[in-house]
C-alpha cells in the first residue's frame, strides 16, 4: 500500500484510518439525547435533505448519549447496497460496526445512488459527479449530523472508498469547494481510500498531465487533514499518475503536515 499525505501528523496508519481518537474534542456533557436517542443504532435508516434530493443514509451509534465523535462515509461507484437483496455491503457493516463497537464513534453511510434511482457510476461516471455532486450530499450528511444532539459537531471526519474517496478529496478543498469554504463550518479530517484522484477536473485539471501548462493550471489544496490511501498493484485505480500528481502538485502549492492542511 501507498500512503500520500497531504496535512496531519499522525504516522499511526490504523489511527488515521480510525481518525479522530486523541484528536477528538469532545464537547461538554449535557446533551439533549433522551429517549430512543440513548439507544444503540445498528445501520438505522434515516432521510434528509440534499441539494434538489431527499437523500437517505445508515446510522451507526454507541449506546448513550454522547455526544460521540463521527464519520461521514461515502461508498463507491457500485453503491451502498449489494445483490438483488438490497442488503448493505459487507464492507459498510464492517466499518460501522467497528468504529461504534471498538472505537465508540457514530457513523453516517451517505447513500447518493437510490434516491436518484441509480444502481452504479462504474461504467458512466457522468452520471453522478464525484466531485461536485457527491461533495453536496457529504455536506448534507454533515449538516444532518449536526442536527442530532448525540454527535460531537466539532469532531466530524470524512471517509470516502474509491468514488466516494475522490468525493472526500474535492470535500476537504480549500478553494473551489462545490459545497464553499472548507475552512469555515466544514468536516476537521478527511481519509480517500484509493480514489481516482482526476476529480472530474473541477480543480483545473484531471491531474493526468496530458498536455502542455496542465499542471501549472491544478489548484487543489486541502484545509484540513488529508490523507489518501493507495495500492501500488491497484490496477483499478492505481496511484499513478493522478493520486501522485495531486499531491505533489498541493504539496507544491503549501500542503503540508507542518501546517496541517
Known sequence: AEEFLFGADDDDDEALLLLLGAAAVVAASGSACTGECLEAQDGSLVSFSGNGVT????????????????????????????????????????????????????????????????????????????????????????????????????????????????????????????????????????????PGCGLQSTYGSDYDYTFAGEEDQAFYIPAIPTYIFAGSADTTTPPSPRCENITERAQNLGASAATGN
Open 55 to 194: 437523500l437517505e443514509g445508515r446510522v451507526y451509534k454507541p449506546a448513550g448519549a454522547g455526544p460521540f465523535p463521527t464519520i461521514v462515509f461515502l461508498h463507491g461507484c457500485s453503491g451502498l447496497y449489494t445483490g438483488s437483496n438490497g442488503a448493505l455491503g459487507s464492507q459498510f457493516t464492517f466499518w460501522g460496526e467497528r468504529v461504534r463497537d471498538e472505537d465508540g464513534y457514530a457513523a453516517l453511510f451517505v447513500d447518493s445512488f437510490t434516491p436518484r434511482g441509480i444502481d452504479s457510476v462504474c461504467s458512466n461516471s457522468s452520471l453522478l459527479n464525484e466531485a461536485v455532486d457527491r461533495v453536496l450530499d457529504a455536506y448534507a450528511g454533515l449538516t444532518y449530523l449536526r442536527s442530532q444532539p448525540y454527535v460531537n459537531s466539532n469532531a466530524i471526519a470524512v471517509v470516502g472508498w474509491s468514488n466516494g474517496g475522490s468525493t472526500a478529496l474535492s470535500a476537504a478543498a480549500r478553494d473551489g469547494n462545490p459545497a464553499g469554504s472548507a475552512v469555515f463550518g466544514g468536516f476537521d479530517f478527511s481519509v480517500a481510500v484509493y
